[in-house]
């Protein structure tokens, strides 16, 4: 190593005067380091500093670059895309947990700055199932360079000249070996510059625009699931042979509560479709209290198509409420998705997913949606259709990306096997990634459904700590579903 240097500073610019700040503060700490720039145009006269121009910061090259041009135990990577304030004892901090832990990966809660106001913001552990491209480490976390070095013969990044996803390369390959690490304190701060709309930044990973990036993600994924054991072949994907043991072809199911504004409008979006076949619509009605009830109690009194459940518990999240339905005698042999707030975008919806069960033998389907106000007013994105999916890596991508589309459908049958989890978020999901680790999906890329954002959906306007939860929750799922396709693999090679 040269001299007694124990850090690189790398600093990702994305705005020249956030980063002289950044480089400016870091010098008041009279700490001994090298400094690295990686910006697309310069930083001015400004001394000690090595350059890395390059239009893709997060690039596998640029990645690359600076691991093998480090000089120093550890590297410091700040996205100064935040002014990020830094003191001589953070660096410190990072620098010890590394060190006591021998981890490859340090991060930590910072404090967001506003107005000279400081306000917690906490992150979450990392776990074997935190792959999602989009895993929060704030903006500053110090990584092993020795550890580094070790794992780049891995980069699948640097292989396909990938130019955005070097930094989960990284992150992903170290984590196969080393161990990543939260500080659960906060070691700096953040001036935050602007303000990140939470509904919005949900939907930055499907915007079409970003559809090259998620291509190389989800490559830089499958390879750490192949390396992890925990791919899926899709010759392995097995497909339904569907018993005629029901009485009715379909069960359009929506679980609700305190929805008497939207219910009326779901139910009747249910009641006008279109089909070749039998079906109904089972209400799951969670013990509302704002008049849903007497909604619910009404329209199912005038058709016979609408049967309206009350558990006997009131103990029930959503995942219940759905267990309640798929056990209910009058159930259909595919249960269809549409929740209280949202609309089936025209009368052939329910006919679209019935025949793409038969079509591919699947054991759900599942489709895309246009995202609307509450007037049914486009809004960005517009329609989300999750065409990352592939019918050899979609259910290995599933790992990836943090929901799977809508409608969902399932084939009963294997929803009952299953069953939903008892949580009112990711219940959905839990179900999807069980269900693909064994079984064919069906996808239908065109718009049938409309999801409706408005202050009133469950993931409207959330805290930090309710994000935390949910970001967490998802992050097991993952985990338990990582580990169960390691044990199937397992299994069948031994067979």
């Not at 390369?169 to 701060?189: F, G, H, M, N, T």
Request: glycine share 4%.
């Amino acid at each position: 190593m040269a001299d007694n240097k124990k850090i690189t500073a790398v600093i990702f610019s994305h705005n020249n005067e956030i980063t002289k700040h950044i480089i400016s503060r870091i010098n008041k700490t009279n700490l001994n380091y090298n400094t690295v720039v990686i910006s697309d145009v310069g930083v001015g006269e400004t001394d000690n500093i090595s350059f890395i121009k390059t239009d893709y910061l997060f690039s596998g090259n640029t990645i690359n670059k600076v691991v093998n041009q480090a000089e120093t135990p550890y590297l410091l990577l700040i996205n100064a895309c935040c002014d990020v304030e830094l003191s001589a004892e953070s660096i410190k901090t990072l620098i010890s947990q590394s060190e006591k832990t021998n981890a490859g990966w340090v991060y930590s809660d910072y404090y967001d700055k506003k107005k000279n106001e400081l306000e917690l913001h906490a992150l979450i552990d990392y776990q074997i199932g935190s792959v999602r491209d989009d895993f929060d480490f704030g903006y500053c976390y110090l990584v092993n360079a020795d550890f580094a070095r070790e794992i780049l013969h891995d980069f699948v990044s640097v292989k396909n000249n990938f130019l955005y996803s070097g930094l989960y390369d990284l992150r992903l390959a170290i984590s196969r070996k080393y161990s990543v690490i939260r500080i659960s304190e906060p070691v700096y701060s953040v001036i935050s510059t602007y303000e990140t709309d939470a509904s919005k930044k949900m939907f930055e990973y499907v915007d079409p625009k970003n559809f090259e990036v998620q291509i190389e993600m989800e490559k830089v994924a499958i390879e750490h699931l192949k390396k992890v054991d925990a791919y899926l072949d899709s010759s392995t994907m097995k497909s339904i042979n569907f018993k005629n043991d029901f009485n009715i072809e379909s069960s359009i199911i929506i679980p609700v509560k305190n929805r008497a504004n939207t219910i009326e409008e779901a139910i009747n979006s249910a009641l006008k479709q279109k089909t070749k076949f039998k079906f109904n619509i089972i209400v799951v009605d969670n013990h509302s209290t704002d008049g849903t009830s007497t909604i619910v109690k009404k329209i199912a009194q005038a058709s016979k198509k609408v049967i309206h459940i009350i558990p006997p518990k009131n103990d029930l999240e959503i995942g219940r409420c759905w267990n309640e339905a798929i056990f209910h005698p009058k159930c259909g042999k595919f249960v269809v998705q549409l929740d209280s707030d949202d609309l089936y975008s025209d009368e052939n919806t329910l006919q679209k997913i019935i025949d793409k069960f038969y079509e591919g033998n699947c054991a759900m389907v599942i489709g895309s949606y246009k995202l609307t106000d509450y007037d049914l007013n486009e809004i960005p994105p517009g329609i989300v259709d999750h065409r990352e999916w592939t019918d050899d890596n979609g259910h290995n991508n599933a790992l990836r990306i943090n929901g799977l589309g809508a409608p969902r459908a399932f084939y009963t049958q294997i929803a009952r096997e299953t069953k939903f989890p008892n949580v009112s978020y990711g219940e959905d999901y839990a179900m999807g990634l069980a269900v693909s680790r064994q079984y064919k999906v069906g996808r239908i890329f065109d718009p049938i459904y409309l999801c409706r954002r408005w202050k009133g959906n469950t993931d409207a306007s959330l805290s930090i700590e309710k994000q935390n939860a949910n970001n967490y929750y998802k992050d097991s799922l993952r985990t338990k579903e990582i580990i169960a396709r390691q044990e199937l693999n397992k299994s069948k090679a031994k067979k």
